[in-house]
């Protein structure tokens, strides 16, 4: 990828964005949704009820002959629809819950789904329980299949907009990826996956009356969000198959961890818990782990030593590259 092309690409999106976003009067990711369905439609800017007006269309479709001047490829798309995800989120004050998944991450998740995979040339379902923007998702189906992998993603979210940006930018990178809106908590449409994954939202969940279909469930106090997912997102798990979820690190010491060590007892294999580095995140209590666990049957087996590591930075390549070959070390005596 040249960074310089990036460069300017970012540069005519955001012009583009903003042009749509003055005429139309809407917010900024409401144009982004626009800015990218006009895209994916030929680079034809939609107009409705004669808005946006003549000038308008006739700038933001010189804007896009630029861009599409640049050739970018799948992941060049996505870089740059991070980008401009991430500025957008700043600008717009978004809240944590809804924020996309950096690709610092993703590429973890990608590295830990080619270790863990041992028929290469058998299509690999992906599920990802809460999809948000489809950053997660989008990076992990990408880089697999650059690496050779045949991959099918199906992503579920509750929120509208989010899903939208998720639905529109992977058809703006040529991906098909079924999405559905809906809280994912209640029934999903969705066949057993080969891996379910999900940077999960931390918090409370207000349906108490649903939330007492899982295990996790908490009979004092509304059930902490995040638990009731990972125990939903195991469901949709084929025998043997993985889970692999973004949780807080402390999730285990919370009033509601005694509930989800219950499960965790019951219908899945805890096999690892790597905590991202600190640099990563603003506080000690927002710090995130990625949690690895299995679902039981067929060849699953609980990992003689379960992995905990630290992993100390991603910015030092030595450092990434340490905790591959740990990874590597632990598969081949664990897994
Ligand atoms: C941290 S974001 C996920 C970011 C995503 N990985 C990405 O890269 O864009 C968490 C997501 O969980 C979703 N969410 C929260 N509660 C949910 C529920 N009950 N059902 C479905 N999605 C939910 C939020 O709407 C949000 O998009």
């Not at 610092?104 to 080619?114: A, C, R």
């Not at 991906?175 to 809106?181: D, Q, R, S």
């Not at 600190?278 to 039981?296: C, P, V």
Request: aromatic share 8%; no cysteine; glycine share 4%.
């Amino acid at each position: 990828m040249n960074p310089e092309k990036i460069e300017t690409a970012f540069s005519l999106m955001r012009e583009a964005i903003s042009t749509l976003q003055q005429s139309l009067g809407t917010s900024f990711f409401d144009a982004y949704i626009e800015n990218t369905e006009n895209l994916v439609d030929n680079a034809k800017v939609r107009v409705l009820d004669q808005q946006p007006d003549e000038a308008t269309v006739a700038k933001v479709e010189a804007i896009y002959q630029e861009l599409l001047s640049l050739e970018l490829g799948k992941e060049d798309w996505r870089k740059l629809t991070q980008l401009l995800l991430l500025k957008g989120s700043k600008d717009e004050n978004l809240q944590p819950n809804h924020q996309l998944t950096p690709d610092s991450i993703g590429f973890l998740f990608v590295f830990l789904i080619e270790q863990l995979t041992l028929k290469k040339e058998q299509p690999l379902e992906i599920l990802d329980i809460t999809v948000g923007m489809g950053n997660l998702l989008l990076t992990i189906l990408i880089n697999l299949q650059a690496a050779n992998y045949s991959v099918n993603g199906v992503g579920v979210d509750n929120d509208e907009t989010l899903l939208a940006i998720a639905a529109s930018d992977s058809l703006l990178m040529g991906e098909m990826v079924k999405l559905f809106h809906q809280d994912s908590l209640q029934d999903l449409l969705v066949d057993p996956v080969d891996y379910v994954i999900g940077d999960l939202p931390v918090g409370y969940y207000p349906n108490d009356q649903q939330a007492k279909k899982f295990t996790t469930h908490s009979e004092k106090e509304h059930s902490f969000a995040h638990h009731l997912l990972l125990e939903q997102a195991m469901n949709y798990v084929k025998p043997a198959g993985f889970g692999l979820f973004l949780v807080p690190s402390n999730f285990l010491e919370t009033e509601q961890g005694p509930l989800l060590q219950k499960w965790l007892k019951k219908d899945v294999l805890l096999q690892g818990i790597i905590q991202l580095p600190d640099e990563l995140f603003k506080s000690e209590h927002s710090r995130k782990s990625i949690l690895l666990l299995q679902k039981t049957g067929e060849t699953a087996e609980q990992a003689e030593k379960v992995l905990l590591v630290h992993l100390p930075s991603l910015k030092d390549p030595s450092q990434v590259t340490e905790f591959f070959k740990k990874f590597e070390d632990w598969k081949s005596s664990n897994l």
